[in-house]
């Protein structure tokens, strides 16, 4: 049964052609090494390695056999990542989110549905990357902002979420009971940064607007309460509005979404 130690210390003698160097790369003794390539050559039953006084180089079928080595380590490598990663698999439920709010009510109930599992959660605002992610295997659970049609999944309303500007009462919006982002185009805004696709649909509805990201919780806070931008909420919103502003609803269709929830059946 062939080796995957003497296999690479095998390539390793291939590529880099004095077994001195080898057994320095291994920490182990020339001796070793010698042997070791011996045993493997009896392995294959065939012969490996011309040998001379003081020198052993490789045959045309040695020369092979270190590409098929190679080859083999290569694959068995593989071999442990994939069954790890199956591994995991059965102890990890993975969740993909385009975006946070539907994340804070969808984990507390799988924690205690599946207390033997671990929850990984992932905010992608890329929707076709989770699209992919869930048609491939490659995620437990997705939530999107539409359905997806496909026999393999199961798919189900989730969660409604309606997106809102918050605005100093002084603001000239202020006077509006609602907007359209037509109307919030070209205003200033603050963004936080891990907002999923919300943050790409902002930019791409709001083209005349520049926006300030900020990645940080409390910087973020701290603008809210002290600048006169305006800011974007959802009535799924963990944070209060601030005394000295107002929360207006903004009108767009896709403004106003209904998440769903898909699986694999």
């Not at 045993?39 to 040998?51: M, N, Q, S, T, Y």
């Not at 974007?232 to 009108?251: G, M, Q, V, W, Y």
Request: with cysteine; proline share 5%.
């Amino acid at each position: 049964m062939l080796n995957l130690e003497d296999l690479a210390q095998f390539v390793a003698f291939h590529k880099c052609g004095t077994l001195t160097k080898v057994a320095e790369e291994f920490l182990i003794s020339q001796p070793t090494i010698t042997r070791n390539m011996k045993r493997l050559e009896e392995e294959f039953g065939i012969p490996l390695f011309i040998r001379s006084a003081n020198k052993l180089s490789f045959t045309e079928t040695g020369d092979y056999a270190a590409q098929c080595a190679e080859e083999l380590l290569v694959a068995a490598n593989q071999c442990v990542i994939n069954v790890q990663n199956y591994d995991q698999k059965l102890h990890t439920i993975t969740i993909e989110s385009c975006a946070p709010a539907p994340l804070w009510n969808l984990i507390p109930s799988i924690t205690r549905k599946n207390p033997d599992k671990t929850i990984s959660s992932k905010l992608e605002d890329d929707l076709s990357k989770i699209e992919e992610n869930i048609l491939n295997g490659l995620t437990t659970l997705a939530i999107l902002p539409h359905p997806m049609e496909n026999e393999k999944l199961c798919c189900e309303p989730f969660l409604d979420e309606h997106l809102s500007i918050c605005v100093p009462k002084s603001h000239a919006l202020a006077k509006y009971a609602e907007v359209s982002t037509s109307q919030i185009n070209g205003y200033n805004c603050l963004l936080a940064s891990e907002i999923g696709f919300w943050n790409s649909f902002c930019k791409r509805k709001m083209p005349s607007s520049k926006f300030l990201v900020q990645t940080d919780e409390f910087a973020f806070r701290e603008l809210i309460r002290e600048s006169t931008l305006p800011y974007f909420t959802t009535d799924l919103s963990k944070e209060p509005i601030a005394d000295n502003r107002i929360s207006i609803p903004i009108t767009d269709d896709e403004a106003n979404v209904t998440y769903f929830l898909i699986k694999n059946k």
